[in-house]
């Protein structure tokens, strides 16, 4: 699968996720499904509504996006003739690479862009989706 998007998208996830540290952020994408890509029309920061009780179990190591907004923004796509195409949150002071957490929590349709965040600066930013047999697979990224 090719994920297709243009460098606004790509500094407005990096900026929120440097914003949020040491914290995750996470954000919905919105878009156009292809043949074998997805193209970014808009990408949209959300709040991270994890409610981890644990030092291990925090919003420094989960992100949530409360189901009221994947609703309302569902929905808004739908009117516009989009659809969810993914998720982004960032791993801080870790790699851009999903945690077995990332992959449970995730949904085969979906793309899954994790950047990291070391020290509080963007880094490394990188596409993931669910294969068959729910296993991440790294995707292409195309910036256009």
């Not at 997805?38 to 409360?66: C, F, H, M, Q």
């Not at 569902?74 to 870790?94: C, F, M, T, V, W």
């Amino acid at each position: 699968m090719l994920l297709k998007l243009n460098p606004e998208h790509l500094l407005l996830i990096r900026t929120h996720a440097a914003s949020t540290y040491p914290e995750e952020c996470c954000g919905i994408i919105l878009g156009y499904l292809a043949n074998e890509s997805k193209t970014v029309v808009e990408v949209i920061p959300t709040e991270n509504a994890w409610s981890g009780e644990t030092l291990e179990d925090n919003k420094r190591r989960r992100y949530a996006i409360a189901p009221e907004i994947m609703l309302k923004i569902q929905k808004e796509a739908r009117d516009r003739s989009l659809h969810i195409i993914g998720i982004y949150h960032s791993h801080p002071d870790n790699p851009a690479i999903p945690s077995e957490s990332d992959r449970i929590q995730a949904w085969q349709e979906y793309s899954y862009i994790i950047v990291s965040v070391p020290n509080g600066k963007a880094g490394e930013l990188k596409s993931w989706h669910l294969d068959g047999d729910r296993q991440f697979q790294e995707e292409e990224i195309e910036i256009a």
